[in-house]
């Protein structure tokens, strides 16, 4: 699977968007991009994935550009819940690739008050 | 609550002891993930089952690691003979392989883990 590269940590204000980046540079063209978040003392969540085209459901907007070597992920009103660990993976999805999801370091995101 | 549990929530032990650790899937899920956390990091891959068959695991996954699965529902990992860089959470994920296709898209549910600590 191709390796992510997401910026440490960021800050969010309650009620404002949190436009989260991740580079995938060395992605291919059977790899989707996913995304996970991981609150405090808890299993990992899925939250949403893509592989060309935007991406919407009730958590969350995947942005994808059109050369697919990084994405976004929009929370667009960011609640003190939504404060976790977010993880960007690439997956592979061909039989051959295997089903393991390889976690990076993530992004700490602190949503603020 | 129909999510993955996890059983113990929390597990102590000494060094050269023993643990196992249970994991009960989502009841119509036929995968099965296990998962090593250490503190700060990401969560790594150990193995995966799909119904009773272990098809894939880590090369973090040594001799003193061995999991099972035996009737295609709840799975157990055991650790033999425990060391302190055992120390992690355990996450236990399931997903659902539709037949027929040959590709796999499909999210995984994580449990909430066990936190071993080995004194």
């Known amino acids: 699977d191709a390796k992510t590269t997401q910026p440490p940590s960021m800050d969010c204000a309650e009620g404002r968007a949190a436009n989260l980046p991740c580079n995938h540079s060395t992605i291919s063209g059977n790899e989707y991009v996913y995304w996970y978040r991981q609150i405090h003392s808890q299993g990992p969540q899925y939250i949403i994935h893509g592989l060309k085209n935007n991406e919407t459901n009730e958590m969350a907007s995947l942005i994808i550009t059109e050369d697919r070597k990084s994405s976004t992920l929009i929370l667009p009103h960011a609640t003190l819940r939504d404060t976790a660990v977010y993880y960007c993976?690439?997956?592979?999805?061909?039989?051959?690739?295997?089903?393991?999801?390889?976690f990076g370091g993530g992004t700490r995101v602190l949503v603020k008050p | 609550d129909t999510g993955v549990s996890q059983d113990p929530r929390h597990k102590i032990t000494k060094r050269g002891q023993n643990v196992t650790f249970r994991c009960d899937p989502i009841?119509?899920?036929?995968?099965l993930y296990w998962y090593r956390q250490t503190l700060g990091q990401g969560p790594e891959f150990l193995t995966y089952?799909?119904?009773?068959?272990?098809?894939?695991k880590s090369r973090l996954l040594s001799d003193r690691f061995s999991a099972e699965r035996p009737k295609g529902s709840f799975s157990t990992l055991e650790i033999q003979r425990t060391e302190q860089g055992d120390s992690a959470m355990y996450l236990c994920?399931?997903?659902?392989?539709?037949?027929?296709?040959?590709?796999?898209?499909?999210?995984?549910?994580f449990g909430p883990g066990t936190r071993l600590t080995v004194l």
């Open positions: 089952f799909q119904n009773e068959a272990q098809l894939e």
């Open positions: 993976i690439v997956r592979a999805t061909i039989k051959a690739a295997g089903n393991k999801l390889t």
């Open positions: 009841s119509e899920h036929n995968r």
């Open positions: 994920a399931s997903s659902l392989r539709l037949a027929g296709g040959p590709t796999d898209y499909n999210e995984q549910f």
